[in-house]
C-alpha cells in the first residue's frame, strides 16, 4: 500500500466503500463511481477527488454493531442508507453517528415487509410532515433512490419512518424520543379537536405554530429545560377558557405520555388555543 492511501476493506455498491486508514481505523467514503471496478485490498487515495463525504464511527460500540450489520442486511442495503445519509447530512447538517447502524438496518427490515406485502400503518404520518418538513424531503428523496435501485414501490407511511430516523439523528436523540415527542402532538391535536367539536385547519399558520410549540415544549420536559413565563398569571386571568382547555390538552399528553408540563408551559399554549377559540381577541377587546 502507498504510503498515506488507505486499503478498500469492502465495496457496498458502485457508490459506496468502506476502507481502512493506515493507523487502521475504518471510514465510510461516498461518492459517485467511487466503488465501480474496485476490490478488497485495492488501495484509495483519500484526497481522490471522487470522494464527496466520508464518515468515521468514533463510538466502539457503533463500529461494533456496524460490523455486525453485514450479517443481517446486505451490502447494497448499508450502501443505499449511507448514500442517503451523505444527502441528508448535506441538507441537514451533522448527524448522530448511531444513523449509520439504525437506517440500514431500518431499510433492511421494511424492504423484507413490503416485499412480503406488508406495509406497517404509521399513525403520525400527517404530524411528521407537520412537524419535520425540512427532514421529510431527503427522507421523500432517500425513498425515491430506494425504489430505483431495488424495484420496490415505497408508500408515504415509510417516508415517515424514515423521516423519523434522520430526525432522531439531525436532534442527536434515542428515535423513541422522537416518536414520543410526535405521539405527544398527535395526542395534543387530537384532545383539541375533542374540545373544538371540530378538525383544526391543518394548512394555517396557526396550526403550525400549535403543534411546533407543542414539539419544543415535550422536548423541554423530556430534557428537563422548563421555562418561565413571566405572563402565566396574567394569561390563566385574562384567557381562563383558553387556560383551561390547554390544561386539558397537558393533562391528556401527560395521561398518554406520563410526562408532567408545567404551567408556566400550559400559560404559553393556552395563547396558542386562543388563537383557535377567538378568545384572544375578546380579550383584547374586553
Known sequence: MKRGHYVVDRSLNNNVIVVRSPEGDEEIFIGRGLGFGIRRGDSIDPEDPRIEKRFTLADPDHRAKFKQLYTVVSDEVIGIAEEIIARATGLLGPLHEHIHVA??????FALKRLRGGLEIDNPFLEEIQCLYPETW???ADGARLIEKRFGIPIPESEIGFL???LQAARERGKLSE???VTEGVRTAVREMERQLKKPLPRTSLDYVRFVTHIRFALQRALTGQPIVN???RAIRERLPESFQQAQAVADRMEARLHLKLPEDE???LAMHVARFTGERDAAGNS
Open 103 to 108: 437506517l440500514p438496518d431500518h431499510i433492511g
Open 137 to 139: 424531503h431527503p427522507a
Open 163 to 165: 423521516t423519523l430516523h
Open 230 to 232: 413571566p405572563l402565566s
Open 266 to 268: 400550559v400559560a404559553y
Open 178 to 180: 422522537t416518536i414520543r
